[in-house]
């Protein structure tokens, strides 16, 4: 591995080191929101009381819909510590590898052995490399699961707009409940888009 591609590979791996520790920490504020926004659906409900007997079982669909996303976040925090600590072995093993490329020609002739370690670095990037794949493609698993929860809780996010509309005096106020958890959603589905592309990116 010459010099280029080695500060491209690290280029990469940083990137998404960057990329998931942003990740991280805006997810969880987003599935914050989310979990907050829910609630205030389930309080509005209460307070209306039997008016509002229809969104209530929207409300607890929200609820559980939050409680399913904290569930999945979860799976996905579980698959990323893997292919960060893949991506660091990989680094190594290429640096080690770059170092011993680099080493003169009357050096490396002087010692045989030299060849015999820079064919065993290139089996450890390999064995790195492909255990990286594996990292990434469960990984891809976990945020595949993790978008088929927000397609569900989009799902009843639509069905709260309906009920909202159908309401009497109360209907400003699910609509605005409706409306808040529909923009929630659909930041965090475009957080995990943004993120899958990324992991894409670094891993082919």
């Known amino acids: 591995m010459n010099l280029n591609a080695f500060d491209e590979q690290r280029r990469r791996f940083v990137s998404v080191a960057d990329a998931t520790f942003a990740f991280q920490g805006q997810l969880q504020r987003r599935l914050r929101e989310i979990d907050r926004k829910a609630l205030n659906a389930q309080v509005l409900v209460k307070r ?7 969104y209530g079982v929207v409300a607890q669909s929200f609820r559980e819909g939050a409680q399913q996303l904290q569930a999945v976040a ?4 579980q698959a990323i510590h893997p292919l960060m600590l893949g991506f ?3 680094l190594r093993a290429s640096q ?3 170092l011993l490329e680099r080493l003169p020609e009357n050096v490396r002739a002087a010692a045989p052995r030299l060849g015999l370690l820079a064919s065993m670095r290139h ?3 390999a064995s790195h490399d492909e255990q990286s794949r594996r990292s990434a493609s469960r990984l891809h698993q976990a945020l595949g699961r993790f978008e088929a929860v927000v397609a569900e809780l ?3 996010v639509v069905n709260g707009r309906i009920e909202a ?3 009497g005096s109360a209907q400003a106020a699910l609509q605005q409940v409706s409306m808040d958890m529909d923009k929630a959603v659909i930041q965090v589905r475009e957080l ?7 992991i894409d990116r670094a891993v082919h």
Not at 74 to 77: K, M, N, S
Not at 192 to 198: G, I, N
């Open 192 to 198: 995990l888009r943004a993120y899958r592309e990324q």
């Open 165 to 167: 509309a159908l309401k």
């Open 48 to 54: 209306h009381g039997k008016d509002l007997a229809g």
């Open 74 to 77: 979860h799976e996905v925090q």
């Open 88 to 90: 660091m072995e990989t």
């Open 96 to 98: 080690r590898l770059t």
């Open 154 to 156: 989009e799902y009843v």
């Open 123 to 125: 089996e450890q990037m």
